[in-house]
């Protein structure tokens, strides 16, 4: 079955720009989207339709990709920034909708 | 203003079924499509389907066997009902609002209740 694939742990001195990853089959059919979790929080989406910013989230965060790869880049990034990451797409390659997220990763800012 | 609240039973015996409901404030029912997600305590997120106004109703094909969704646009709540469970089933359930982009497919999910912790156990 189809999954998305993200690396567990990421680190980045703070000012310093963070890349997180996001892989999968599913990628070449549907844009991913992005969530911000932080402890004890729901989910905030912060990168939806691979590379567009909802009103009120800064402009450090920026998404991209191509093929079955999509990044979520933090450009200068603050204390607060420190979460998990999830990607997220819907997939229909088993013939049902179906919708994928990815297993998350961990930024630390150090 | 959308908000969303999740509620419903924190415990929930084996065998028995789940039921939540999510209640939308500020906004109509009649447009977007309408989720639930859970996440297992420190573990990642997992979508569970969705139920449209139209009457239409996706679940993942992981659960499809015990889960039901509704929506009742007069009382502005859709709901959850989840059979059989067991502790495999404990988490935090999330209610989220998915906007889809009719051309493409795509979708995200731009408004999340803060979650309601089901915790199965006898």
């Known amino acids: 079955s189809s999954e998305l694939t993200q690396d567990p742990t990421v680190s980045v001195a703070l000012g310093q720009t963070a890349k997180i990853t996001c892989q999968g089959d599913?990628?070449?059919?549907?844009?991913v989207s992005w969530y911000q979790q932080k402890p004890g929080q729901a989910p905030v989406l912060v990168i939806y339709s691979k590379k567009n910013r909802p009103s009120g989230i800064p402009e450090r965060f920026s998404g991209s990709g191509s093929g079955v790869t999509a990044s979520l880049t933090i450009t200068g990034a603050q204390a607060e920034d420190e979460a998990d990451y999830y990607c997220?797409?819907?997939?229909?390659?088993?013939?049902?909708?179906?919708?994928?997220f990815g297993g998350g990763t961990k930024l630390t800012v150090l | 203003q959308v908000q969303l609240q999740e509620s419903g039973p924190g415990l929930v015996r084996p065998s028995e079924t789940l039921s939540l409901t999510c209640s939308v404030s500020g906004g109509s029912l009649t447009t977007f499509y309408w989720s639930w997600i859970r996440q297992v305590p420190a573990k990642g997120l997992e979508w569970l389907g969705f139920?449209?106004?139209?009457?239409?109703?996706v679940y993942s094909p992981a659960l499809n066997s015990r889960i039901t969704m509704s929506l009742d646009t007069s009382r502005s709540q859709f709901s959850l009902s989840l059979t059989s469970v067991s502790a495999a089933d404990t988490a935090l359930y999330y209610c989220a609002r998915e906007a889809v982009i009719p051309t493409s497919g795509d979708s995200s999910f731009d408004i999340w209740g803060q979650g309601t912790l089901v915790t199965v156990s006898s």
């Open positions: 997220c797409s819907r997939d229909s390659s088993g013939n049902q909708l179906n919708v994928l």
């Open positions: 599913s990628l070449r059919s549907y844009y």
């Open positions: 139920v449209h106004h139209s009457g239409v109703t």
